[in-house]
């Protein structure tokens, strides 16, 4: 979501004379657009603002300045220390008031000490941005959800993004229908909690994430969409069946677990146990058989045991996944688990990590591994890093290396799979590798 936050910001800050630079050195302003959901995303900022802070003495030395701006989550959350703390800091912006960029780009000018906003407004950002104007590929991002009420005892996501909120179906389907007439030919709907989606409709009913994918899925030439994150429990049976029903849905489905111990996914306020969680894989599989599932975990939790630990990995041998993102228990200020008594020691918590790793690995591999023979579209996004290589996506989401000319940028093209990694696959074009593969010019 900060990448498409950051996009967003360069879009407000255009008409005011600001592009895009290479290098920090070159910039009249540099905004780190920031993360807080563990601690080591918000010490990065820090360091960040450390290596920034000769480059603005420079300029300020040679009679010039150069502005520097803090967003996202971490802004929000220790926006006055901040501003004690780092006065290299011009400005500093939560993630829901980033629309008065320009005003505040304005006022940071004026001012001695840091401007800073970090309201919740009554009103809706979205309300203030102008519609995406441009995608830097084929395969972009759209936000349609922000915010959580799920309060997860670990999580600063309700804290930091503020409460949930759905857009209005009808501005989805403007900025969707903008960037596929861009070029862009693959959506990911953006949620921290996506499949909680229930904005309004024209008549002012709330839709679902599942009837907002079915209107977007007839805009022709969006050939793809996804969406990420979802909770388990708002994996409704109407999405469910999209899945198995939708061909512009793609078979790829990231849904967080955290932890396969039921005592911990109480503690958790997951508000699901681990075998909803296997149920639900269940129905998925059935509407969509060859989906490819992702995760999230959390090892060390406190109160973790052994046991609980055990039972994490039981889970995921029993589900297999494809792809997984697992961290170790961080605690967040503010959060009810940050201090629980029960905390984990660190050293436990890294032999859980790479005990986790392992295996999720080894599932990637084998995920992988079975793809080879298989022939797939696959959507080109960027030049690979061998001349006369390209880089695409297929249907699950991996990443596929091809000898191939640059025309087929921004095409979905037939891939024979051939070789695998844990993290990528080689393809071969398959026949004259020209074919301009569209679900919509198939169904048409
Ligand atoms: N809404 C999603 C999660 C969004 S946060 C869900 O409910 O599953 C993205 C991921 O960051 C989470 O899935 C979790 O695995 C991780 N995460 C969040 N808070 C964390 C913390 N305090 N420590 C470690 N990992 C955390
Ligand atoms: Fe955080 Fe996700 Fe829980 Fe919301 S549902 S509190 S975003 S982990």
Redesign the pocket.
């Known amino acids: 979501m900060n990448v498409y936050d950051s996009g967003r910001m360069a879009d407000l800050l255009a008409p005011l004379g600001y592009e895009e630079t290479g290098t920090p050195e070159m910039a009249d302003m540099v905004i780190l657009n920031t993360c807080h959901?563990?601690e080591k995303a918000a010490e990065k900022v820090y360091s960040e603002l450390g290596r920034l802070r000769p480059l603005k003495e420079e300029r300020r030395a040679a009679g010039g300045d150069m502005l520097i701006a803090v967003a996202g989550c971490v802004a929000q959350a220790e926006g006055e220390e901040m501003a004690r703390r780092a006065p290299v800091v011009d400005l500093i912006v939560g993630p829901q008031t980033y629309h008065r960029l320009p005003e505040l780009v304005a006022q940071a000018h004026r001012s001695t000490g840091a401007v800073l906003d970090t309201d919740f407004p009554a009103e809706s950002k979205f309300d203030h941005l102008p519609y995406t104007q441009r995608s830097e590929g084929p395969a972009a991002f759209l936000s349609v959800q922000e915010g959580?009420d799920?309060f997860?005892t670990?999580?600063?996501?309700p804290y930091t993004r503020g409460a949930e909120f759905s857009r209005p179906v009808g501005d989805v389907l403007i900025e969707a229908r903008r960037l596929v007439d861009g070029g862009v030919r693959e959506l990911t709907l953006l949620g921290?909690?996506v499949n909680a989606y229930h904005g309004p409709g024209p008549a002012g009913d709330a839709w679902t994430l599942a009837g907002l994918i079915r209107a977007l899925a007839e805009i022709p030439s969006l050939d793809r969409i996804r969406y990420t994150?979802?909770?388990?429990r708002d994996m409704s049976d109407d999405l469910i069946a999209a899945h198995g029903e939708v061909e512009q849905l793609m078979p790829y489905l990231h849904l967080?677990?955290?932890s396969g111990s039921d005592a911990i996914l109480k503690a958790m306020n997951?508000r699901h146990t681990a075998d909803d969680y296997l149920r639900k894989i269940e129905k998925i599989r059935a509407a969509r058989p060859d989906i490819a599932l992702s995760c999230?975990?959390?090892v060390g939790f406190p109160g973790e045991s052994d046991a609980d630990f055990a039972d994490t990995l039981k889970l995921i041998n029993t589900v297999n996944f494809a792809s997984a993102?697992?961290?170790?228990?961080?605690?967040?200020p503010g959060?009810p688990?940050?201090t629980a008594g029960s905390q984990v020691p660190e050293q436990v918590k890294s032999e859980r990590l790479s005990a986790l790793q392992q295996l999720l690995t080894a599932q990637q591999t084998a995920f992988n591994h079975a793809s080879i023979g298989r022939t797939a579209p696959v959507l080109f996004e960027k030049a690979g890093r061998q001349p006369g290589q390209l880089i695409g996506r297929s249907p699950w989401l991996q990443a596929v290396f091809v000898d191939a000319d640059d025309s087929l940028l921004g095409n979905i093209t037939e891939v024979t799979l051939v070789k695998a990694q844990t993290n990528s696959l080689a393809g071969e074009l398959t026949g004259d590798g020209k074919i301009r593969w569209s679900t919509v010019d198939k169904v048409a």
Not at 325 to 332: E, G, L, M, V
């Open positions: 959901i563990r959580c799920k997860c670990f999580c600063v996501v921290q909690n994150t979802s909770h388990p967080p677990v955290q997951r999230d975990f959390i993102f697992s961290f170790k228990y961080s605690a967040r959060t688990a940050s």
